[in-house]
Structure formats: structure tokens, C-alpha cells
């Protein structure tokens, strides 16, 4: 998740305001025992701290590149809460350190990754995710080649133009084509504010 300029001591992003809520709706529909869930991408921290918040039975564990870690920290140290854990150095197209979590969750990182990254993120949920674990996705897709909307066409343009030819908007049938390889079964396909979806995913049984 890209993080915006830095408002006080801590970065903030005014998307992760507003699609915090929505987001939330989604996951305490399916995270509703005790269980640990890694973030990839946490980004600004805003997120995690929101989600640990409200989901207080889960314990949240943060990772990012390391440049975001200084401003993940800042949002932990003042929100107090204990269920949220320091992040983690993860590039997931490196080896993952050792975890052990039960669900993952991803926002708005695979239209900034290379697609060898996007399929690197699912190989990883389907090596790491337990059994019955769930894994969700929010972000824009397409849908049978075709942008959902004018607005998710331009942002598609600039992210090619300003961040580089290997970022876009992915389309949903191919993530769902490569998480299946990894083990995962598509459970929803939620539309959310703004031109985004929340596909969620589950492990299947060895």
C-alpha cells in the first residue's frame, strides 16, 4: 500500500480513511475466532491499526519494505494497542521469514507490483495460509479485459507512465487463475467504494 506525504510525525494516507470502513465490514464477517493474520504491504500503518482496533481477538503482524517501517512504528506507538506486531522486512519475492499466522491481507499493493510479485504474494498465502485460512485481496481489477470504470482507465495510465511499464491494474480472472495453483479457492468477490473489489480466498485442504 503506497503511503502519502507525512502528516505530523506519521505518515497518512487519506485513501486508507477512506476504505478503512468498507474493508472492516468485509473481514469481521470471516474473522471471527482467535487467530493471527499477516498484512503484506502495510504501508502508512493506518490499516492495521484500525483492523487490530476493531477485531481485538486477532493479532496483527505488519510487514513492509523497510523503508515504511519507521511510520508503521509511529502509528503502533500511539495507538497502544498490544494485538498489533512490529513489521516485518518482507519482499515477498525473496524467501518469507518464518511464520506462523493463519490469514493474510493485502490492500491496493498488486497493481504496484511486477506480476511476478503478484504471483510470488499468492504462492506465498498458499505455502503459509492454515488450512481453512483465508486470504484477501482489496484493490481495482479488470473484468474479462475491461476496466470497471473511467477513473480505474486513468489511474491505470498513470501508474504506467510515473511508477513504470510493470505496474497496472491486474485482472481478476488471472489472480484467481494463479491463486487456484496456489491452493486457493475463491470464496467472494465483494464490489467495494470507489471501483474496488475485495476477492477473498481460502485454503484448501492438502
Not at 115 to 120: E, G, K, L, P
Not at 124 to 148: D, E, K
Request: glycine share 8%; net charge negative.
Amino acid at each position: 500500500m503506497a503511503a502519502e506525504p507525512k502528516t505530523g510525525s506519521k505518515p497518512y494516507s487519506d485513501a486508507c480513511e477512506r476504505n478503512q470502513g468498507p474493508i472492516l465490514e468485509v473481514l469481521q464477517r470471516f474473522l471471527i475466532q482467535q487467530s493471527a493474520v499477516l498484512e503484506i504491504g502495510s504501508g502508512t500503518g493506518q490499516h492495521a491499526i484500525h483492523m487490530a482496533r476493531h477485531l481485538p481477538w486477532l493479532t496483527w503482524q505488519t510487514s513492509d519494505l523497510f523503508d515504511r517501517h519507521a511510520g508503521i512504528h509511529c502509528w503502533i506507538a500511539e495507538s497502544g494497542l498490544h494485538n498489533v506486531k512490529p513489521p516485518l522486512l518482507l519482499d515477498v519475492t525473496q524467501p518469507w521469514p518464518a511464520l506462523d499466522i493463519d490469514h493474510m491481507y493485502t490492500a491496493n499493493t498488486f497493481h504496484i507490483m511486477p506480476w511476478s510479485a503478484v504471483c510470488a504474494t499468492l504462492a506465498g498465502m498458499g505455502r503459509l495460509l492454515s488450512a481453512g485460512g483465508y486470504g484477501f485481496i482489496y484493490g481495482p481489477f479488470n473484468y474479462q479485459g475491461r476496466f470497471t470504470a473511467a477513473s480505474n482507465a486513468e489511474f491505470d495510465a498513470w501508474l504506467k507512465a510515473e511508477r513504470g511499464a510493470h505496474c497496472g491494474i491486474r485482472d481478476a480472472e488471472a489472480v484467481i487463475e494463479q491463486a487456484s495453483v496456489a491452493g486457493l479457492s475463491l470464496v467472494e468477490d465483494n464490489a467495494m467504494p470507489a471501483n474496488n473489489h475485495m476477492l477473498v480466498f481460502k485454503r484448501l485442504s492438502p
